[in-house]
């Protein structure tokens, strides 16, 4: 079975500093990865996803993700947090291998300071 | 992509009532998706809403509980039944098509508390 871990459940910054939001994956195959945002009162909307290719996927809002199997991780960073990256951040992967249903981390809340 | 649409969008019911929550989509998918989000926690998938046939329940999940219709491609519900607070949740639509390159949407969900 497909398991996906993050490892923080809140990452503080200060605006402008860099971010990383950690998530690592368990798979017998290989996976489908995604990072969802989700605003508060709000649904998730798709950040970025990692079907094959480039280990390196570039999303929306200036966030990123590099793919690595050896480390079994999919970590999410930014180079410079804005006020509005506040909320809360879930990484997925696909379940047997069809990338539409999902298998959700906890969470990372990410607090952004001035 | 696609607009989905839940209603109601939140609801206050009584212990040992049912709810049923919509999910209409813009178009035609292929896949629909039930899940649930309990305060603080991640998403759990409930189902998979299968068009013209039973819905799919994941473990720990039953269809007594929470019953799922889809009369075609563009339309689910989901029923809470007989409920308890422990069904307070937030309740997710979710929707994609087969083939390369799509994605899971979500509907901005139902935000159940049972009193």
């Known amino acids: 079975a497909q398991s996906v871990t993050q490892l923080d459940s809140q990452v503080p910054v200060f605006e402008e500093a860099p971010v990383e939001l950690r998530c690592n994956y368990s798979?017998?195959?290989?996976?489908?990865l995604f990072w969802y945002v989700q605003y508060p009162n709000q649904g998730l909307q798709l950040l970025l996803k990692y079907l094959s290719g480039s280990t390196l996927v570039k999303g929306i809002n200036g966030f990123e993700a590099e793919f690595k199997k050896s480390e079994t991780s999919f970590h999410l960073t930014k180079p410079s947090a804005h006020m509005s990256d506040a909320a809360e951040y879930f990484c997925a992967v696909s379940d047997s291998g069809g990338y539409n249903k999902l298998i959700f981390g906890a969470g990372t809340r990410l607090a952004v300071h001035p | 992509s696609a607009v989905i649409s839940q209603k109601p969008s939140r609801d206050i019911c009584q212990r040992g009532t049912s709810l049923t929550i919509q999910c209409q989509v813009d178009s035609q998918v292929t896949m629909m998706f039930w899940y649930r989000q309990q305060p603080g926690q991640s998403l759990t998938l409930i189902a998979t809403a299968n068009q013209g046939s039973e819905a799919t329940y994941e473990s720990g999940f039953v269809i007594d509980k929470f019953p799922i219709s889809r009369p075609n491609l563009t339309f689910s519900t989901l029923t809470v039944s007989n409920m308890s607070p422990e069904d307070s949740s937030i309740y997710l639509c979710?929707?994609?098509?087969?083939?390369?390159?799509?994605?899971?949407?979500f509907g901005q969900g139902t935000r159940l508390t049972v009193v």
């Open positions: 798979s017998s195959v290989p996976p489908y």
């Open positions: 979710s929707v994609a098509r087969t083939g390369a390159n799509t994605e899971a949407f």
